[in-house]
């Protein structure tokens, strides 16, 4: 037997609540937040992420609140992100309870956050989550969750990240996300292939074969969705069964 | 039931608070040895580097405490390593409870990423912590340091190479897996502990 290959749900938060945008716009509700993730749980996700898009002060301390209700009642591995700018932000969502911390826009604008969190909390809680999209030129990164270009190759920027020290890369495909036509596995598979780091693909989920696909050709350690799994598109137990059933390992 | 929690420089010893609550037990995180010595059961669980977490327990005494415990006692992650001979980690000498010294993984392939993080399978289980389970159950891993096979081993799990997934030795307990974080079956295996 081997590692098993991760199915994560991911979870955006606003306010307290579960919303999930389709190409990053167009919010729609998907329930309480402690009792979604309960329920993937129980259905057999590997791994939670919880993303916090509120951008008041007041938001973060309902998202820190969350984040203690999720320690308590979930007995699986969490991630949380968003908003996290500082080694403050990381002790904070740490001791409240979260496994892991998700960074992009500020590991981007300071790298050495990647190095501090490392050094601090060990290599195993820090995720660095990527939005990157292919042009004519290549895969570029953005910042503030797709809205601002930056310069930065996909891939230098990924080799960089571990070399830093980050402990998984959650890398999400901007031109494969929301459009459920599955994941940007070219793409992963040169990541995997570069990096001795576990990689996570996000956006592009829209069928049982969509997961299959990644974990085969795109060689992804794992396989974050949301929308799927909140609107009652691909149930859990079954993707695990099929999974099985196409000879990839999965915890069931 | 009394159970206590050892207090010490490791993180992510909340997440083991609250799996015991989920189970109905509400313990005390504690480095009074006093409590120590009282409590029914003890947890020495966490998240670290062993140096440092190894050279915290000595300032504290917490380190000649711990080996004199009579009580059921489950180390896990780090607390496994801790109480295992010797670290390769930080070239430390940990409490020698488990008569193994922790090595590095030191991966041959390039698709064996290291740490070693996520759910994997456990095999040859012996013992009461792994009372009524099956074959292949899968529990969460996050660690880049492992025991090797030994005398004590009572379950196993292969990455890289075969290694201890868990350890005992008379009243002492150990997992380099994470319970608290193994959803149902962590959940057995920290009953069983707590049924002991």
């Known amino acids: ?252 | 039931m009394e159970v206590a929690i050892v207090k010490y420089n490791a993180g992510n010893i909340y997440s083991v608070v609250h799996a015991m609550k989920r189970l109905g037990v509400t313990p005390t995180v504690t480095d009074d040895p006093e409590m120590l010595l009282r409590a029914d059961k003890i947890l020495f669980p966490g998240q670290g580097e062993a140096k440092s977490t190894m050279a915290y327990l000595r300032e504290r005494h917490l380190d000649e405490l711990i080996r004199q415990l009579k009580q059921p006692v489950l180390g896990i992650c780090i607390g496994q390593q801790l109480m295992c001979r010797h670290s390769e980690e930080g070239d430390v000498d940990c409490l020698g409870i488990f008569d193994v010294d922790v090595l590095k993984f030191r991966p041959s392939r390039h698709e064996d990423k290291v740490p070693h993080m996520g759910w994997n399978t456990l095999s040859h289980t012996e013992g009461d912590l792994f009372k009524g389970f099956g074959t292949d159950e899968f529990v969460y891993f996050v660690h880049s340091y492992y025991v090797p096979l030994s005398s004590v081993t009572c379950a196993t799990t292969d990455y890289i190479v075969p290694f201890s997934a868990a350890l005992h030795q008379g009243n002492f307990y150990a997992t380099q897996f994470h319970p608290e974080k193994s959803g149902s079956v962590g959940e057995r295996i920290l009953q069983n502990f707590l049924d002991l």
Request: glycine share 10%; with cysteine.
């Open chain 1, 1 to 252: 037997m081997a590692l098993a290959k991760r199915i994560i749900p991911c979870l955006d938060i606003k306010d307290g609540q579960t919303v999930k945008g389709t190409n990053f716009v167009n919010l729609r509700h998907a329930g309480d937040p402690v009792e979604l993730g309960k329920a993937y749980s129980m259905q057999g996700a590997d791994e939670l992420v919880y993303l916090d898009i509120t951008a008041s002060h007041e938001g973060r301390k309902t998202f820190t609140e969350l984040v203690q209700r999720v320690a308590a009642e979930i007995s699986i591995p969490f991630t949380v992100g968003g908003g996290i700018n500082e080694l403050a932000d990381v002790d904070r969502l740490l001791h409240a309870g979260a496994d892991k911390v998700s960074i992009n826009s500020a590991a981007l604008r300071r790298p050495e956050l990647i190095d501090e969190i490392a050094k601090h909390f060990g290599s195993q809680v820090c995720v660095v989550a990527i939005d990157a999209k292919e042009t004519s030129e290549g895969w570029f990164c953005y910042l503030n969750g797709g809205r601002i270009p930056t310069e930065r190759n996909l891939f230098d920027w990924a080799r960089e990240v571990c070399s830093r020290g980050a402990g998984e890369i959650l890398f999400t495909s901007m031109n494969h996300d929301g459009v459920k036509n599955g994941y940007a596995n070219e793409a992963l598979a040169r990541l995997s292939e570069e990096l001795t780091i576990p990689v996570i693909a996000s956006g592009g989920a829209g069928s049982m074969q969509h997961f299959r696909d990644t974990f085969l050709y795109g060689k992804s350690d794992a396989a974050l969705a949301a929308s799927v799994f909140h609107f009652g598109e691909i149930a859990i137990p079954e993707l695990k069964a099929y999974l099985k059933a196409e000879g990839i390992q999965v915890r069931i």
